[in-house]
């Protein structure tokens, strides 16, 4: 298992996304005689990034304790001052690591 | 430019790390970022990967993708009027390289004038190598490390992803949503594993979008 370079299911699963990433590429451009975008509709799919975002991070943290906790909060304020995701990610990263270093679990 | 390129080689290193402690090989790691192109949907994909293939748990992987990349045929919807005259087989290899970063800045030069599809395209093509190198370092980054917790690397997903919210916001009207959406997904992560609770966090989170008026 672990030597080989692919798995034939995994690869399976990479087409079946893919397919589905291609389909909504395409979709808009093909679709756009038939397709009304309504302000509603429009707002509704323009509230959807952040909401896989909180959705993906915040059951993350739940479970992760204080360590995931303080983790995020980090990132999203160095991120608040630099303005940069480079230091937000280390930042964020580095708290975590300097925490367990301390004894902290999770 | 430089600051978007800069930020996917930082995203790109965060996804290969997480595809290798995620068990994935480099092949299929550096394929994935290759062929799906959209680091929001493989990072959710790679977050409930399946340890069985059932059609099932494919098809709830189908969905998440579907989810996380429906903006995506909304930022296709707008090459139409702009693409509309060119023949078919230059205008669908164009699309492929519909991402948030390279619609955005598109977006922004439209504005400003410009029209010319080579931006797009030259922009995507750039993009897209980055991306796929990027995501390779990260794979080879993480083999060297034999402790990666030790370095808090499981948490640089989450909080690359807090991070992201912070240039999204809008005020509090607009984060309501994502509230709801963050709420959901604990409430059902609690009782179905898998990416159900990201898909139910974030059909939450438009409702709540859609309900909501504009003001």
């Known amino acids: 298992m672990t030597s080989s370079l692919v798995h034939g299911e995994v690869m399976l699963a990479i087409a079946l996304m893919t397919a589905v990433t291609v389909s909504l590429r395409l979709g808009g451009y093909l679709l756009m005689s038939y397709v009304t975008v309504t302000p509603r509709v429009r707002r509704m799919l323009g509230a959807l990034p952040g909401s896989v975002i909180t959705a993906a991070v915040l059951p993350v943290a739940w479970q992760g304790g204080l360590v995931a906790i303080a983790a995020v909060a980090v990132a999203m304020l160095a991120m608040l001052i630099s303005n940069r995701d480079i230091v937000a990610v280390i930042a964020g990263s580095a708290t975590a690591a300097l925490l367990r270093l301390a004894g902290f679990a999770g | 430019m430089t600051p978007i390129v800069l930020s996917q080689v930082a995203f790109g290193i965060v996804f290969g790390t997480f595809a290798a402690q995620k068990g994935l090989t480099f092949v299929e790691t550096v394929t994935m970022s290759g062929a799906v192109y959209g680091g ?10 399946p340890t069985d293939f059932t059609v099932s748990a494919l098809f709830a992987l189908m969905l998440a993708t579907f989810a996380v990349n429906l903006r995506f045929f909304l930022m296709s919807l707008t090459f139409r009027p702009w693409l509309g005259a060119l023949p078919p087989w230059q205008v669908y290899p164009t699309l492929l390289f ?44 993480s083999s060297w490390m034999t402790n990666p917790k030790a370095f808090g690397v499981d948490l640089l997903i989450p909080a ?20 709801v959406s963050g709420l959901v997904a604990v409430a059902v992560h609690h009782v179905v594993g898998g990416y159900w609770y990201i898909i139910a966090g974030s059909l939450a989170g438009a409702i709540a979008a859609g309900v909501i008026d504009d003001k």
């Open chain 2, 160 to 179: 690359f992803f807090a991070s992201l919210l912070i240039p999204a916001w809008k005020g509090m009207r607009q984060a309501i949503p994502w509230l």
């Open chain 2, 98 to 141: 519909i991402t948030d970063a390279n619609w955005l800045r598109t977006m922004r030069y439209r504005d400003e004038g410009g029209n010319d599809v080579s931006f797009f395209l030259g922009g995507g093509l750039l993009l897209w190598v980055t991306w796929v190198l990027a995501t390779g370092l990260g794979f080879l980054f």
């Open chain 2, 40 to 49: 929001l949907s493989q990072v959710v994909g790679l977050q409930g990967w």
